[in-house]
């Protein structure tokens, strides 16, 4: 993380090296950015993925808006879309690519100091694939 001269903006980045035995592994080189500006973060994230064997490349990113205070109720949505490339393993390899995107909003809201409720919707579709359509409701004990 990397703070910036403009108030409350700062740049993200990093890079995983994944590696589950020879010859599978994975890298991934990401950059983004972290807006806090009053009740509101704004956060983006773009990724590029490396998987191997294959070389397979692809590119996805995420983005979203938190809206609230700790201690009292968060409401925000989440959007990314992108690809997915590896290749399969066995007699005979396969190279997969899925092409998706995926929705969430959530709201968080405390009912006494320590303890609240979260409820979250969430959308996944990988093109060809499959697709996931769900909320969950849950409570939670801050200690």
């Given amino acids: 993380t990397l703070a910036t001269p403009i108030p409350g903006f700062m740049l993200t980045g990093g890079w995983t090296r994944l590696q589950y035995g020879n010859p599978v592994s994975g890298r991934i080189l990401r950059g983004g950015f972290i807006q ?3 009740k509101v973060i704004l956060q983006g994230t773009v990724n590029f ?9 692809s590119v996805d990113g995420i983005g979203s808006i938190q809206v609230g205070q700790e201690g009292h109720i968060w409401v925000g949505a989440t959007g990314g879309a992108g690809t997915e490339a590896w290749q399969t393993q066995g007699l005979f390899p396969t190279n997969v690519q899925f092409d998706g995107y995926n929705l969430s909003f959530f709201t968080r809201k405390w009912i006494t100091r320590s303890f609240g409720v979260v409820f979250r919707y969430s959308y996944f579709i990988k093109h060809t694939a499959y697709h996931s359509n769900g909320g969950e409701f849950r409570f939670f004990w801050q200690f």
């Fill in 36 to 38: 806090y500006a009053g």
């Fill in 49 to 57: 993925n490396n998987n191997r064997p294959g070389n397979h490349k």
